[in-house]
């Protein structure tokens, strides 16, 4: 956003020169101006600054120097070597002669001597290009597939078809569209009959939000269900209807989905199908109301009343809030063990069987992921059937608390059953949690609010950009298995250290095409600094900062950061470049991204704003390294 910070003096800041209007180029020489870059300072002075390429770093040229041996050109054959010793795969390798002729071909380049080679510029012009070096394996699944669905973590969205504020925004397809061609494999509807009970519409119940027609989110589903990924994709119904409603679901699902639709002959699963045999198909998974029900005493809210959030929780706001700790939270839910029941909000366990029990027999059919829970506590709930397999659901506050002391029972129930985490309550604003809480305890289906923003969601994002962004990634292997002993994973213990991550940021380029002159400072050129870190485990999270580069659209950091690791297999690398600014540094741009998918060497890495939407131009050139 553009500042409203009092007018500089013209010296601050190493002012590449001052004119007073009417000077040579001061008013008349707009072209060169803009090439200059310049800023109105008080009333008499333009001040000016040159606008710079992205330089090539020393280590780009060591690089450079070393696999040409030292000549001033680099041909294919040197170039594959570079890539082979990157550790690219033989494909890649092979592609070298087109990364030549992209490259030649973007810089406006024919052939010296008719040979295809590559200056020390080009080689970093190709260094610095997204599709030619991206940071991360290309698009390709690489997992295994073939394990039962409760081996995955799985891209789940929470009240997939609200558009805004969990209260009073719309409720509408385009959402669900929007998740699923970003690679979201759960989508979730909230089902309630409509104003004349004879028909179903989808909806946050007992708010203020406009309804969607169950048929239209249906029919979007299907048509949008595998434009990112073949896997399967999960309805999970919250269920507030009556029996000749719930028949009407069944018509409009087989409908709708026909041989698409997957459900098993047998009354109940042993064991999950696998993401393989399950390609191209939908599944339904539900169970008797929970979150949103407050049939027992609950009040609609009032339509006079006007929804408000308090400072530092509205939209506009939610990039700026940082992820809570994961030990902060069991540390807090640790102090209030004083109820570790399962609590169905106000439905009693009489009203949840006779539900299931009226719900007629070709609904009850086609409910795949069947969701249930055992009686009594939390821990109670976490008890395994080894005759069966089902789904559970916690709010994150649930889970904090039972984690907080039985850590490995949520483990152990993961290993073969799947497990939900939804947002608690209070989350108003369709903001969201640390995912890490459900990640290391083995929960699949980690359920975000994917309309919302903020640092969370960058989290959840990144995360899926593992195995192809297929939205199905395996579950690190420590977490599936069980010692003789009996005993599982215990994420709260001390874990060794794996590996350490050496990154390191040179430099970053594109803001002055994607962004106005003023929009970071109207005086002078913004003062980029970057900050990285890890996202994981407690003893793995930490973000650390660059220096400031003052006046500066293409900043150069040229520092390195250390990392060591205990668990690399769910760590996610974080890196954010912002703009100081005495009052309120502004956003320059974000990324996540899965340390296991980095692929080691200089590379490019694009940002994307507050929204999760890639800039058109703003990248940074960064190098991994593991040690």
Not at 257 to 280: C, N, R, T, V, W
Request: charged letters at 25%.
């Amino acid at each position: 956003m553009e500042r409203k910070n009092s007018p500089p003096t013209p010296t601050r800041r190493g002012a590449n020169e001052e004119r007073k209007p009417g000077d040579p180029g001061g008013s008349g020489g707009e072209v060169e101006a803009a090439a200059m870059g310049s800023y109105k300072c008080c009333i008499f002075f333009t001040r000016r600054f040159a606008v710079s390429d992205a330089s090539t770093p020393e280590d780009v040229r060591t690089l450079f120097s070393r696999f040409s041996g030292g000549a001033p050109y680099m041909g294919i054959d040197e170039l594959r070597r570079y890539l082979a010793a990157t550790g690219e795969s033989d494909g890649e390798i092979d592609a070298a002669e087109r990364i030549v002729d992209r490259v030649l071909q973007g810089r406006s380049r024919t052939p010296r001597f008719g040979k295809p080679t590559l200056t020390v510029d080009d080689f970093h012009n190709f260094l610095f290009s997204e599709d030619l070096n991206p940071p991360i394996r290309q698009s390709k699944v690489h997992h295994d597939m073939n394990a039962p669905l409760s081996h995955y973590f799985i891209y789940t969205g929470h009240n997939s078809y609200l558009t805004g504020n969990q209260l009073s925004s719309d409720c509408s397809d385009a959402p669900i569209i929007k998740a699923l061609q970003t690679g979201v494999r759960v989508i979730e509807l909230d089902m309630w009959p409509n104003s004349s009970k004879d028909d179903i519409d989808i909806l946050h119940g007992r708010t203020l939000t406009a309804p969607v027609s169950l048929m239209k989110c249906l029919t979007s589903i299907k048509g949008y269900a595998f434009v990112a990924s073949p896997y399967p994709v999960i309805i999970t119904l919250e269920d507030h209807l009556t029996s000749d409603l719930q028949a009407k679901v069944a018509k409009m699902v087989l409908e709708v989905f026909g041989d698409i639709l997957y459900y098993p002959e047998s009354k109940h699963l042993q064991e999950f199908p696998s993401p393989e045999a399950l390609k191209g198909r939908v599944l339904l998974s539900t169970k008797p109301p929970k979150e949103y029900l407050e049939a027992k005493g609950g009040t609609m809210i009032d339509r006079g009343t006007e929804t408000k959030f308090s400072k530092g929780e509205n939209e506009e706001s939610a990039w700026g809030i940082e992820v809570p700790d994961i030990q902060d939270e069991l540390q807090d839910a640790n102090k209030h063990q004083d109820d570790l029941l399962y609590q169905e909000r106000d439905v009693a366990e009489d009203d949840e069987q006779k539900a299931c029990k009226n719900a007629p027999l070709e609904y009850k059919h086609l409910i795949t992921i069947k969701a249930g829970k055992q009686k009594g506590s939390l821990v109670d709930a976490l008890k395994s059937d080894p005759e069966k397999v089902r789904r559970l659901s916690l709010s994150e506050q649930e889970l904090a608390k039972v984690a907080a002391r039985h850590g490995p029972n949520i483990v152990s129930f993961t290993q073969r059953n799947l497990l939900r985490i939804y947002p608690k309550g209070t989350r108003f604003n369709s903001s969201n949690y640390n995912p890490f809480l459900g990640w290391v305890h083995g929960a699949q289906m980690v359920a975000f609010n994917m309309q919302g923003y903020g640092r969370a969601l960058w989290l959840m994002n990144g995360f899926y950009k593992a195995n192809g962004g297929c939205g199905y990634v395996k579950k690190p292997d420590f977490v599936m298995q069980t010692c003789p002993d009996g005993k599982v994973f215990d994420p709260t213990s001390d874990l060794p250290v794996k590996t350490t991550l050496k990154v390191k940021i040179y430099t970053g380029d594109g803001w002055q095409h994607d962004f106005k002159q003023t929009h970071f400072d109207s005086y002078s050129p913004p003062d980029f600094y970057a900050k990285v870190g890890i996202a994981g485990v407690p003893s793995d999270s930490v973000m650390k900062k660059t220096r400031v580069v003052e006046d500066n659209w293409v900043p150069v950091w040229e520092e390195q950061f250390s990392f060591e690791l205990t668990v690399p297999e769910i760590a996610l690398l974080r890196v954010e470049v912002h703009e100081y600014d005495v009052n309120e540094d502004d956003f320059g741009g974000q990324t996540v991204l899965p340390v296991s998918e980095l692929r080691p060497g200089i590379r490019t890495v694009a940002l994307f704003d507050h929204q999760g939407v890639k800039f058109k131009s703003v990248k940074l050139l960064m190098s991994f390294e593991f040690v």
